[in-house]
């Protein structure tokens, strides 16, 4: 199975701030990677496919980079409503995988 | 409006059985495959099936994977996961979300059904 890994696994950070997220595959994966969102008490939200496109109506202060094991997901500047639990997903291969989790918390 | 609602989640013994629905609205439903996925209470998301649009094809999490059988009626717009011989450990919010590009998911996901594993 590939392991998916996040850091950090939190961080704290103001309104404005410009905020990059790290996730990292345990193999190559190509730009199989996933980018989703989650408040506290609702279902996660889809964020960004295929490592850099965005799901349609995601705002364009999201951005996603990467391919092969190593990949990004920034916040151009964070907002009230961003501050969430964001994860990384793994579609490459069966199982499926996501990462750990990185909560984003008010500085 | 694209709407996934999942129902069926209840408090159920270890060892038993529980049928988990998901009921799609708003697209043409046997055009995507279907996911589920679970969250256990304070945890990280885990990824458990995923069907293709017809059926044909489907897949599992090891952790269910003997366990768990994923089905779909496209002329319902309903997903289904049958769960058997259910462990503590299968305690968790089970979500249902639309498949995109190859295995991705696209979204949207549903509000979740809670399923409790106790005696």
């Known amino acids: 199975d590939i392991q998916m890994t996040q850091s950090p696994s939190s961080l704290s950070a103001s309104v404005g701030d410009r905020v990059t997220i790290t996730c990292r595959a345990s193999q190559g994966i190509s730009n199989y990677l996933a980018w989703f969102q989650q408040k506290p008490g609702k279902a996660p939200k889809s964020l960004i496919y295929a490592a850099s496109s965005l799901q349609s109506g995601v705002p364009s202060k999201f951005s996603g980079s990467g391919s092969g094991t190593d990949f990004t997901l920034t916040i151009s500047s964070l907002q009230p409503e961003d501050f969430a639990t964001y994860y990384c997903q793994q579609y490459n291969s069966y199982p499926l995988t996501f990462g750990p989790g990185t909560k984003v918390d008010i500085k | 409006e694209v709407q996934l609602v999942e129902s069926g989640g209840v408090v159920v013994q270890p060892g038993g059985s529980l049928r988990l629905s998901c009921a799609a609205s708003g697209f043409t439903f046997d055009d995507y495959a279907m996911h589920w996925v679970r969250q256990a209470p304070g945890k990280g998301l885990e990824w458990v099936s995923l069907?293709?649009?017809?059926?044909?094809?489907?897949y599992y999490a090891d952790s269910v994977k003997g366990r768990f059988t994923i089905s779909r009626d496209n002329s319902k717009n309903s997903l289904y996961l049958q769960m058997n011989s259910l462990r503590a450990e299968d305690t968790a919010l089970y979500y249902c979300?639309?498949?995109?590009?190859?295995?991705?998911?696209?979204?949207?996901w549903g509000q979740g059904t809670l399923v409790t594993v106790s005696s």
């Open positions: 979300a639309k498949g995109g590009a190859a295995a991705g998911i696209s979204g949207p």
């Open positions: 069907i293709s649009w017809d059926g044909g094809s489907t």
